[in-house]
């Protein structure tokens, strides 16, 4: 299974979990964008909300994430205070239209909070938005759940979890600022079962300094016998230059592109083996879970949470830094902390950068979207399709990927290869990739 080309994977290409992608966010954006993204929404129209809490008990040297460390009680009692004024602003514009379907929590670590908050949050949620039958999701830290914690979700009737798990071995938690023992994993799985989590995943790293083949086979040993219904298998992306804390890792010892895409293929064919379907490129759930039975009736997405059943065209993110995603537009709150705080204070939106998508990004998203959910597109609608064929020229060689009219299709072999495919629609990007991550 799946031919190492390394020159189909020279350039490094974006995770495309929106189109345009957050490269082409600017400042031409405001909270009128905002208020006019909101105001079309109609009665019964699926939404969903995603909360976005930036705090962890402490900071991982590889995280990407806008988050900081929890620091003073003060601190995040004024966060969710504004998050709740945030809240109602949303509300309000929305005067009862939408129906909440879905609600995500996540960060940096939403336990990074008290529970008593968390369930104080959630029931401002209920009430503001009558979400009282969405579907709950949490992104959690291990070593940060206790039983309070647990019984605080399942109060929420939360089904929903993420665990943040990367690796078990203790070298490789060392060497990416992560020190977790695999018995606080499996302890924290635990108490999740125990509240009525049914479908859990874990978050698991390849491409870590140091690893090895037998690291990697031995967490996934790990990982398969807690048993979650979920695994999300990501390549670690090494950009210092943009994320200063990952200064702290040993670049010297990464693997090379070669180990990596070994280590990636290694996790495939494991987790298939053990009865895990392919979700995507970089997912794996179990038949019964819903993502998976969203992948077998097509009815597969792709947000900013990644592979998704969620099937709302409207995302509404709360929360500083948090994106939100309308047909239309993608619009991203401040990411500075005071001046979303001083946004919400003065009853504005804190909208400061983001996209209007026009017409054809939104024609260039779905064909997009559907080659890596579905590993097949009709281009009929997408322009420049010469100009498409010929950057897929080098794929088409090798049997990655066949015309069918104007229907592309990609072969089994070509998933290691399906964000590379999918940046040929890109109008956006030229040869400069050097911000974004490795497509394996």
């Given at each position: ?90 509300a309000a514009r929305l005067g009862g239209r ?159 592109v070669c180990a990596r895409f070994d280590q ?44 998704t059943e969620d099937q709302a065209q409207v ?126």
């Amino acid at each position: 299974m799946w031919t190492f080309h390394p020159h189909l994977l020279a350039r490094a290409v974006p995770r495309y979990t929106s189109y345009p992608t957050a490269a082409e966010f600017t400042d031409a954006v405001d909270s009128v964008d905002m208020a006019r993204a909101l105001d079309p929404v109609a009665p019964g129209t699926a939404v969903s909300l995603y909360v976005h809490i930036p705090f962890c008990r402490s900071i991982c040297w590889y995280c990407g994430c806008n988050t900081a460390a929890a620091g003073r009680a003060s601190r995040l009692d004024a966060y969710l205070a504004r998050l709740q004024d945030e809240l109602d602003l949303i509300a309000a514009r929305l005067g009862g239209r939408g129906r909440i379907e879905r609600v995500a929590f996540g960060g940096g670590s939403p336990n990074a909070i008290p529970p008593q908050a968390f369930t104080a949050l959630m029931r401002h949620i209920d009430d503001a938005f009558a979400a009282g039958t969405a579907v709950r999701s949490v992104e959690l830290d291990p070593r940060g759940l206790a039983e309070d914690w647990a019984e605080a979700l399942a109060a929420a009737r939360v089904t929903h979890a993420s665990l943040g798990v990367q690796t078990f071995d203790p070298v490789l938690q060392a060497a990416i600022g992560r020190v977790q023992p695999g018995e606080g994993i499996a302890r924290a799985t635990a108490l999740l079962r125990q509240a009525g989590v049914s479908s859990l995943n874990f978050d698991l790293m390849y491409g870590l300094p140091g690893q090895n083949e037998a690291m990697l086979s031995a967490t996934l040993d790990s990982a398969l016998a807690l048993a979650p219904e979920r695994m999300s298998i990501f390549g670690y992306a090494h950009v210092p230059g943009l994320i200063p804390r990952q200064r702290q890792i040993d670049a010297h010892a990464l693997p090379d592109v070669c180990a990596r895409f070994d280590q990636a293929r290694r996790a495939h064919r494991r987790l298939t083996d053990a009865g895990y379907r392919p979700i995507g490129f970089d997912h794996f759930a179990l038949p019964g879970d819903p993502l998976a039975q969203a992948a077998e009736t097509e009815r597969l997405r792709r947000n900013f949470q990644g592979f998704t059943e969620d099937q709302a065209q409207v995302l509404i993110g709360v929360g500083a830094s948090a994106i939100s995603q309308f047909p239309n537009r993608l619009l991203q709150n401040e990411k500075n902390a005071g001046r979303w705080h001083a946004a919400i204070a003065g009853g504005r939106f804190a909208t400061a950068r983001g996209v209007r998508r026009t017409v054809q990004d939104q024609v260039r998203g779905r064909a997009i979207e559907a080659i890596l959910c579905a590993g097949a597109a009709d281009l009929a609608d997408v322009p420049e399709r010469g100009r498409i064929a010929e950057r897929l020229a080098p794929f088409e060689a090798l049997d990655l990927v066949t015309w069918h009219g104007s229907r592309i299709v990609l072969s089994g072999d070509a998933l290691p290869y399906a964000r590379s495919i999918a940046a040929a629609l890109d109008s956006y990007r030229g040869e400069d990739m050097a911000r974004f991550s490795n497509a394996v």
